[in-house]
T-cell receptor, first 111, second 114 residues
Framework: SQQGEEDPQALSIQEGENATMNCSYK?????LQWYRQNSGRGLVHLIL?????REKHSGRLRVTLDTSKKSSSLLITASRAADTASYFC???????????FGTGTRLTVIP | DTGVSQDPRHKITKRGQNVTFRCDPI?????LYWYRQTLGQGPEFLTY????????KSRLLSDRFSAERPKGSFSTLEIQRTEQGDSAMYLC????????????FGPGTRLTVL
């Protein structure tokens, strides 16, 4: 079953703009991970943030986590056409071995 | 490290036929997962192996589905008597036991049941 929801479901921006995607989840977590998926392809791991962390950076990516609100955000700065993809958040929950995925945000970056 | 690989990448079959997919995880990873993804949805968990032991199966894994990981390396997922509702992307992932459950995915096998 899906654990959370991403918001918005779809986002279209111009190249060079920043893109922000949000993820809400329902239960306590060990960590939250963000993945990218190009159309019809597998998932690429982007970044993992642990439950005791509030913010993490990797290149043009910035992830925040608010466990009190059960939410996370992914910011992609200075977007490029190659960033066009679907982005999923996934939670790793206490006592569970699998990841629970949201429904994804479809990002389109217009050149 | 060549990443997680899956074979075949695409499979088209007729309803009622059996299909088998293969996953080769990252070599030092002892955990292997299968997920299913339908159009417009996120991946949903099917089953999980630690080494050769299948430790968890979801309710999505009906009696027609079976998975093996005989030597703790590659894994196979078999679907018997396929149905049109089995059409989906089947994703394999692997992780290392002490890695905060950071999972790395293969390219997937897209199954189409006619």
């Amino acid at each position: 079953s899906q654990q959370g929801e991403e918001d918005p479901q779809a986002l279209s921006i111009q190249e060079g703009e920043n893109a922000t995607m949000n993820c809400s989840y329902k239960t306590s977590i060990n960590n939250l991970q963000w993945y990218r998926q190009n159309s019809g392809r597998g998932l690429v791991h982007l970044i993992l943030i642990r439950s005791n962390e509030r913010e993490k950076h990797s290149g043009r990516l910035r992830v925040t986590l608010d466990t009190s609100k059960k939410s996370s955000s992914l910011l992609i700065t200075a977007s490029r056409a190659a960033d066009t993809a679907s982005y999923f958040c996934a939670t790793s929950n206490p006592g569970a071995n699998n990841l629970f995925f949201g429904t994804g945000t479809r990002l389109t970056v217009i050149p | 490290d060549t990443g997680v690989s899956q074979d075949p990448r695409h499979k088209i079959t007729k309803r009622g036929q059996n299909v088998t997919f293969r996953c080769d995880p990252i070599s030092e990873h002892n955990r292997l997962y299968w997920y299913r993804q339908t159009l417009g949805q996120g991946p949903e968990f099917l089953t999980y192996f630690q080494n050769e032991a299948q430790l968890e199966k979801s309710r999505l894994l009906s009696d027609r589905f079976s998975a093996e990981r005989p030597k703790g390396s590659f894994s196979t997922l078999e679907i018997q008597r396929t149905e049109q509702g089995d059409s989906a992307m089947y994703l394999c992932a692997s992780s290392f036991r002490t890695s905060y459950n950071e999972q790395f995915f293969g390219p997937g096998t897209r199954l189409t049941v006619l």
